[in-house]
C-alpha cells in the first residue's frame, strides 16, 4: 500500500516539473480519515519533504508540523463537499490562471465543453469571485455551491482541483490547463464545442460533474 505523504511529495515534482507551480506557489493536501496532511506555508512543489507536511483538522484546526498554506480553507471546503474527496491541488498554472481573468463560458463552468477529455476528467468548472488568497468566505461560498463539481477557478487567481485519489486531481489539473491553453490559443474565434447531448453522455459513462448550463 503507497503512502500518502510520498504521493503528495511525487505529485508535487510532477507539477513543478510541468511548469503547473512557479516558484513557491501551490499547495497540495491528502485526507487521511478525520486528519488532512496540506503543504506548509510557502512551499516549493518541486522539493516538498514527504514528513515536513501540516497536520490539521478537517476543520482546519492545526495539529501538528509547521505552519499550514494559507489556502487551507479550499481544501477543507472540497473535503466538507464530498467524503469521498481525498486530495486537493491548487495552482497557479498560467493558462488556467489566465481563463480565470475572463469572463466564464456559464454560470456553472468558466470553461466550455471544448473536448472531451474536459469533460471527462475535470468536469463543470464553475469561476468563484475574487476575494484575497485564504479567505475563508471565499472557501465556504465553494462549499456551498448547489450542484456537483470537483474543480473551480478562483477568480484572477488559478485553479483548484479535487479527487478521489492524488493521481486523480493530478490529472484533472493538467487536462485543465491544456484545455485552458486551447481556448486561448483560439482567441476571438468560435470554436465548435461538444453539443449538450455529447457532453451529457460523456459525463455519464465517465461520472463526470456536468449539469444544464
Given at each position: 500500500m503507497s503512502d500518502p505523504r510520498t504521493e503528495l511529495a511525487a505529485a508535487g515534482a510532477r507539477l513543478a516539473a510541468l511548469?503547473?507551480?512557479?516558484?513557491?506557489?501551490?499547495?497540495?493536501?491528502?485526507r487521511i480519515d478525520d486528519r488532512v496532511l496540506i503543504t506548509p506555508t510557502g512551499a516549493d512543489l518541486a522539493e516538498v519533504d514527504p514528513d515536513g507536511l501540516s497536520v490539521l483538522a478537517l476543520d482546519g484546526t492545526h495539529l501538528d508540523g509547521p505552519r499550514p498554506s494559507k489556502e487551507f480553507p479550499l481544501h477543507g471546503a472540497f473535503y466538507r463537499r464530498d467524503d469521498a474527496t481525498r486530495a486537493v491541488v491548487h495552482l497557479h498554472a498560467r493558462n488556467a490562471t489566465a481563463v480565470s481573468c475572463l469572463p466564464p463560458w456559464s454560470a456553472r463552468s468558466a470553461v466550455p465543453p471544448l473536448t472531451p477529455y474536459f469533460v471527462m476528467r475535470v468536469g463543470q468548472t464553475p469561476l468563484i469571485p475574487y476575494a484575497p488568497p485564504g479567505d475563508a468566505d471565499q472557501a465556504e461560498a465553494l462549499a456551498l455551491l448547489p450542484f456537483p463539481l470537483r474543480a473551480a477557478l478562483l477568480q484572477n487567481h488559478g485553479p483548484v482541483l479535487a479527487g478521489p485519489t492524488m493521481?486523480?486531481?493530478?490529472?484533472?489539473?493538467?487536462?485543465?490547463?491544456?484545455?485552458?491553453?486551447?481556448?486561448?490559443?483560439?482567441?476571438?474565434?468560435?470554436?465548435?464545442?461538444?453539443?449538450?447531448?455529447?457532453?451529457?453522455?460523456?459525463?455519464r459513462t465517465y461520472d463526470s460533474p456536468w449539469g444544464e448550463h
Open positions: 511548469g503547473l507551480s512557479p516558484g513557491s506557489s501551490g499547495n497540495l493536501s491528502v493521481a486523480r486531481a493530478v490529472d484533472a489539473a493538467v487536462e485543465l490547463e491544456e484545455v485552458s491553453a486551447l481556448l486561448l490559443s483560439l482567441g476571438e474565434r468560435s470554436p465548435r464545442l461538444l453539443t449538450p447531448a455529447e457532453a451529457d453522455a460523456l459525463a
